[in-house]
């Protein structure tokens, strides 16, 4: 039944649609419901369908391997996070802070792709075309006749360039500036997003073009706008760092193309961002020898170790109940690992604030990292300096235990490397490592 002239209440959360106001959706979300206008497409709409095309369906012997329609962007390190290199016809969504490097990483892949493979459609709706030209001509060097830009947030006449143009790579920035005629909601509402997202799908996967979509945050640091736009792309990325320092970190958390666990490092300069190749020596180059609550440890990301250290700090709690207090390590993980070492080790610390910290500002995955940070609360506690080139790993069971983790051998290989000469680990690891210089001292605690 068509609703066209009627109006409907959408949850911008979740993209619910509900024929009346309702208090709370069926994401659980409060206040969330927005009236919107909305028309019902006829089943031979051409918005809907290319002219000319009829459905067809192919054999799956036919269909080329994405790693075979994959292309270089000219930057190793968001290669690694997208898994190769851009899919032709997908869609990548890119978020962060404002001010963090988004816009810059933009630029700097879209003009490789056009000094190696081809046009570039830049399409900015925040932006004049002559701001996108000075941030080019900061960052970007070399040849970009290819490199071609659009103000403009109309998605129909955004179609109509793209037909000119014929590029093999889009960008438009942002979504929530984009607006399309066929609806009357304004630009940035949930139909407005969902409808922009769902032409920018049909253009890039009908005619094979990578489409790179820019998203707002929210002061949470969530993605803003409705939810259903993370489920119709294929690739999510968000951009993260801290504003006053250089350091970024590129994460991918959903990616249907390659793994989630790879990140990105970049540093920020006056020439734009940098690729960080060693970034383990970077998040290492702060740590003093001699120093108590500090402990090396490392964890696998995706395809290479990292190495980083933990800081801990233990005071004296004033008033009431003692304070945890973590970052870049989950608090029940800390209050865990607390409860092993009062019962297990005998570390009562009922009366003492922990604080802990995983320097650079990452938040590593996993339970690699639980006996370094461990052995920094103890170091902190009991006045015990520590060493810089000791390194910790394993995961600390509930009963006490030191667990195995994967990849141990390739973290003790890279730990050799950067030059530790002493190594923690679960002693089934220990027994696995072979190929280690014999200047490195293995110290294997029985699982």
Not at 53 to 65: D, F, G, N, T, Y
Not at 234 to 239: G, R
Not at 292 to 317: D, F, I, W
Not at 344 to 370: F, H, M, R, W
Request: proline content about 3%; some cysteine.
């Amino acid at each position: 039944m068509s609703r066209k002239g009627k109006t409907v209440f959408v949850c911008q959360d979740c993209g619910y649609e509900s024929p009346k106001w309702i208090g709370q959706c069926i994401c659980g979300a409060w206040n969330s419901m927005v009236e919107e206008k909305v028309i019902q497409y006829k089943e031979d709409d051409k918005r809907r369908r290319q002219a000319g095309e009829e459905p067809k369906a192919v054999k799956l012997a036919e269909v080329q391997s994405g790693h075979h329609t994959r292309l270089d962007t000219g930057i190793g390190e968001l290669n690694r996070v997208l898994g190769g290199g851009l899919v032709r016809g997908s869609l990548t969504l890119i978020s962060g802070e404002p001010g963090i490097g988004k816009s810059t990483i933009i630029i700097q892949t879209a003009a490789e792709i056009a000094k190696h493979l081809g046009p570039v459609l830049y399409i900015t709706g925040e932006e004049s075309e002559e701001q996108i030209k000075m941030r080019a001509d900061r960052v970007c060097k070399g040849d970009l006749d290819n490199l071609f830009l659009l103000a403009e947030t109309n998605m129909e006449n955004i179609l109509q360039v793209t037909e000119k143009v014929k590029p093999i790579f889009l960008i438009v920035d942002s979504i929530q500036t984009m607006y399309t005629e066929d609806l009357e909601s304004a630009p940035g509402t949930v139909s407005q997003v969902r409808a922009c997202t769902n032409e920018l799908m049909r253009v890039g996967k009908g005619k094979k073009i990578p489409v790179f979509i820019v998203a707002h945050v929210t002061k949470s640091g969530d993605l803003a706008g409705p939810k259903i736009v993370e489920h119709l792309v294929d690739c999510v990325l968000n951009f993260t760092g801290v504003r006053d320092q250089e350091l970024r970190i590129l994460r991918a958390f959903k990616n249907r193309f390659g793994t989630t666990s790879e990140i990105g490092a970049f540093e920020m300069r006056e020439e734009g961002l940098l690729e960080i190749e060693n970034l383990s020596e970077s998040f290492l180059e702060g740590m003093e020898d001699g120093t108590e609550g500090s402990m090396a440890t490392a964890v696998y990301e995706g395809t290479r170790p990292l190495l980083l250290e933990v800081q801990a700090l233990t005071s004296p709690a004033n008033i009431g109940f003692a304070r945890r207090t973590a970052i870049g390590v989950e608090l029940s993980r800390l209050n865990m690992i607390i409860a092993v070492l009062d019962r297990k080790a005998g570390l009562s610390l009922t009366d003492q604030d922990v604080y802990v910290n995983v320097v650079g500002g990452i938040k590593p995955e996993g339970t690699s990292t639980d006996l370094a940070l461990a052995l920094a609360i103890y170091s902190t506690y009991k006045g015990i300096p520590g060493n810089k080139k000791t390194l910790a790993i394993g995961e600390i069971g509930l009963t006490g235990d030191l667990r195995s983790v994967q990849n141990a051998d390739k973290i003790v290989k890279e730990a050799a490397r950067m030059g530790f000469n002493r190594i923690v680990l679960p002693k089934k690891n220990a027994d696995r490592v072979t190929g280690i210089s014999k200047d490195v001292q293995l110290l294997g605690e029985p699982d």
